[in-house]
């Protein structure tokens, strides 16, 4: 199993560009989401998804659209690039949602520059 | 939402000593709390978690405490090694759907 992977590694955007980081997993896992992690505030749930077909907003989901079509794949999208947004993401899976599966599998992370 | 807060930001102990870390939550409904490991270029790792029903839990050099009472919980890493340096967050949820992290404390294992 390769686990949780996220393309690209490194990103470099303009101010309003537009981008699609990817993030899939061959755990054959309901639940996944993304993070942002920035210096000195930990990682922000920005959204997350129960299952193929069902999304939901997390605590920072300004700026950014998800979509889960299928299990295994979870990308996030910047529809238009602000400085602010100038972070390293990281996508994880679950078995599931809710309280009866523990463990939360991160991926490799995506670090991303906004110019 | 949701509040944590995570002490301290920065943590050095020698070698075989003790190590803990406190994080505090603010909303009472919390009943899951993970503790994750996070090495230099990579993505967290959980370690170890507790639930509401649980006071403590132990794995090995690791151990989890939780006070509902006060809100706080606590990791604690014994006899510490070199390669227990590393930046870890604890987390809380509610609903095991949305989970909120700590700020994170960078230990460092002087040899």
């Known amino acids: 199993n390769a686990g949780v992977t996220q393309t690209p590694k490194f990103q470099v955007l303009k101010t309003g560009q537009s981008m699609t980081l990817q993030c899939a997993q061959d755990?054959?896992?309901?639940?996944m989401s993304w993070y942002r992690q920035d210096p000195g505030m930990g990682l922000r749930l920005i959204h997350y998804s129960v299952g193929a077909g069902i999304t939901d907003q997390g605590e920072v989901p300004n700026g950014y659209n998800v979509s889960r079509s299928t299990t295994e794949d979870f990308p996030l999208r910047l529809l238009s690039a602000a400085p602010s947004q100038t972070s390293v993401y990281f996508c994880?899976?679950?078995?599931?949602?809710?309280?009866?599966?523990?463990?939360?599998?991160f991926g490799p992370g995506t670090r991303l520059t906004v110019t | 939402g949701e509040n944590v807060e995570q002490h301290p930001s920065t943590l050095s102990v020698q070698e075989g000593d003790s190590a803990v870390i406190k994080c505090t939550y603010s909303?009472?409904?919390?009943?899951?709390f993970p503790w994750y490991k996070q090495e230099l270029g990579k993505g967290p790792q959980l370690i170890i978690d507790?639930?509401?029903?649980?006071g403590e839990k132990k794995d090995q050099r690791i151990a989890v405490t939780l006070n509902k009472t006060a809100k706080h919980f606590s990791l604690h890493i014994t006899e510490t090694q070199p390669e227990d340096s590393a930046v870890y967050f604890c987390a809380a949820s509610i609903t095991g759907n949305q989970f909120y992290f700590g700020t994170g404390t960078s230990l460092t294992v002087i040899p």
């Open positions: 755990m054959n896992h309901e639940y």
């Open positions: 909303d009472s409904a919390s009943n899951y």
């Open positions: 994880a899976s679950r078995r599931g949602g809710g309280l009866r599966h523990g463990e939360q599998y």
């Open positions: 507790i639930r509401s029903n649980v």
